[in-house]
């Protein structure tokens, strides 16, 4: 499942924004969220919520297993799984519930736990069952309730030769397989309140062995192509309350990804540090992007992108001196930020909040 939820996947009015721009404001106090001694942490997308609880994974002692967590301020806490030893929490929905795949007793093949799309709430784990597979994960969520994700089908695909995965929606009691751009495959990454869903989806283009990948606004009716940066794949992570869409494409130069901003059918080219690579991860309803992006000297600092300005957050921030934030992976409603940073070598989890107005 994590091939499919966690890779790089990969109209157009390609608009750079105003260049790069190492602002000192706004400027963020970073929080480093614990970790016990023996654990290293991550983050996941869409997974900071407007009271800043966070979702995350652990890698502790061994590195075999995957705990999925939740930091409640200062407070760490471990989700259950469906009875095997690892869970991965992809976001966190309004109204609380935690959203994301846990894996079972149960063996897919010789190597790998079934995996299972997984609903976190008031202290229990609940499997939401798939379209007829045994893998499926769930990314995000609603204020509605509405869930979306991808899970396998019943049937191998004879152009796959296996089970494909298929954008999904659960809507309480029903799940819903909401289609595809002319391929075997697609997934969902989020939804908004409108109900309108954003994801990726193989199409019927040739690409190599196998076909093009694009970014998917689907409106509740029909799954719209956003397109790509030029390149033959793209992604869509976030949507906001607006319908502005944010991911990374590649642009058609030889390992160039860069993260986009789609809003009312222009895609919008939003650059980098210098390096070769930048994604969008998530965006607030006040238009602010979160990611991160590759600098000259091959180093990834997580980044900002605000009113065509982008921001270093490790040059905004007061991240401590032993510490890199390599990667943002969600903003809520009042700024707030959550990165990935890497502290005296060791991966964490950090919390930026703006020591002023955003406004």
């Known amino acids: 499942m994590a091939s499919s939820l966690g890779r790089c996947v990969f109209t157009v009015s390609v608009l750079v924004l105003a260049g790069v721009a190492r602002a000192r404001t706004p400027e963020y106090r970073v929080q480093i969220l614990p970790v016990p001694d023996n654990c290293e942490a991550?983050?996941?997308?869409?997974?900071?919520?407007?009271?800043?609880?966070?979702?995350?994974?652990?890698?502790?002692?061994?590195?075999?297993?995957?705990?999925?967590?939740?930091?409640?301020?200062?407070?760490?806490?471990?989700?259950?799984?469906?009875?095997?030893?690892?869970a991965v929490p992809y976001g966190i929905g309004k109204n609380g519930a935690i959203l994301g795949s846990a894996e079972t007793p149960d063996m897919y093949d010789s190597e790998y736990h079934v995996q299972r799309p997984t609903l976190w709430t008031d202290g229990t784990v609940r499997d939401l069952s798939t379209l007829g597979g045994p893998l499926g994960a769930a990314a995000a969520g609603n204020a509605s309730g509405l869930i979306v994700g991808a899970s396998q089908v019943a049937d191998d695909d004879p152009q796959l030769g296996r089970k494909p995965m298929r954008a999904t929606v659960w809507d309480g009691g029903s799940i819903l397989d909401i289609g595809d751009l002319g391929g075997p495959e697609s997934a969902a990454y989020d939804v908004n309140d409108r109900g309108w869903i954003v994801g990726s989806s193989t199409t019927r283009i040739p690409l190599g062995p196998g076909f093009e990948e694009h970014a998917f606004l689907y409106d509740g009716q029909v799954m719209n192509d956003l397109g790509t940066l030029g390149g033959g794949a793209s992604l869509a992570w976030a949507i906001n309350s607006a319908g502005d869409v944010v991911g990374y494409s590649y642009t058609g130069e030889r390992h160039v990804c860069h993260a986009f901003l789609w809003r009312k059918g222009s895609l919008t080219d939003l650059g980098t540090l210098g390096g070769p690579l930048s994604w969008a991860f998530d965006m607030n309803d006040r238009g602010d992007i979160v990611g991160w992006s590759r600098l000259s000297n091959s180093r990834d600092h997580a980044v900002l992108w605000r009113a065509g300005k982008l921001i270093d957050l490790q040059d905004a921030s007061d991240v401590p001196q032993d510490c890199v934030l390599q990667k943002a992976t969600a903003i809520n409603n009042r700024g707030e930020v959550l990165a990935d940073a890497q502290c005296s070598h060791r991966a964490r989890v950090a919390i930026l909040s703006p020591t002023r107005s955003q406004d």
């Open 42 to 86: 991550y983050s996941v997308w869409h997974a900071l919520t407007q009271n800043v609880e966070a979702t995350g994974i652990l890698y502790c002692d061994s590195w075999t297993e995957t705990k999925a967590v939740v930091w409640r301020g200062n407070t760490l806490s471990e989700l259950a799984t469906l009875g095997g030893p690892s």
